[in-house]
């Protein structure tokens, strides 16, 4: 999902609440959240959550990336399960398991991706970029989800098809007068 609007637009109020409104729906062992935050720390919120693994900022480069490695062995690992199960995706695995095999669904959220996509594109010879890219175009099916909140970047060809999902968060206006 992109989120795409503006700054002091909601876009980070826009991922908390869909934090929050995951963490009620859902029990710690059926959705894991993960944060990187190239804000203002409006993400750090989500660390109270049982379900957040972790929230990190863009100055901790190293653990991003070991976050970045992290998830994409996990989206290897999934895709043999599936692969090996005959499933098409990790809704239908779940189904065929029980409750205490199943495996949770992973939601990365980043929070001001502009900025992200300006410093890590040739961050490590666009490593960082390309594992982030490979979870995009290929986690949700595993159950690997990515939520980005961003501005007009996130209709650029290279994440425009990342998603059929766009939400623009939108303030309410006080009424005109004529």
């Known amino acids: 999902m992109h989120i795409v609007g503006s700054p002091r637009s909601g876009r980070s109020q826009t991922l908390r609440t869909l934090?929050?409104?995951?963490?009620?729906?859902?029990g710690a062992d059926d959705v894991h959240l993960y944060g990187i935050d190239c804000g203002n720390g409006a993400l750090n919120a989500l660390t109270a959550l049982p379900h957040c693994g972790v929230?990190?900022?863009?100055?901790?480069?190293?653990?991003?990336?070991?976050?970045?490695d992290r998830l994409n062995t996990q989206l290897t690992t999934r895709q043999g399960?599936?692969?090996?199960r005959g499933t098409a995706d990790l809704t239908e695995l779940r189904s065929a398991q029980a409750p205490e095999e199943r495996l949770a669904h992973i939601v990365l959220m980043i929070d001001r991706f502009e900025v992200f996509e300006r410093e890590f594109t040739a961050y490590d010879n666009g490593s960082y970029m390309e594992r982030l890219l490979r979870l995009l175009r290929d986690g949700a099916g595993a159950g690997i989800h990515v939520v980005l909140a961003g501005d007009?970047?996130?209709g650029g060809s290279r994440f425009s098809g990342t998603t059929?999902?766009?939400y623009r968060p939108h303030r309410p206006h006080a009424p005109r007068t004529r």
């Open 81 to 84: 399960v599936l692969g090996s």
């Open 55 to 68: 929230v990190l900022d863009r100055s901790q480069t190293e653990r991003l990336g070991r976050l970045l």
């Open 19 to 26: 934090a929050a409104v995951l963490a009620q729906a859902h």
């Open 152 to 154: 007009r970047v996130l």
């Open 164 to 166: 059929d999902s766009r």
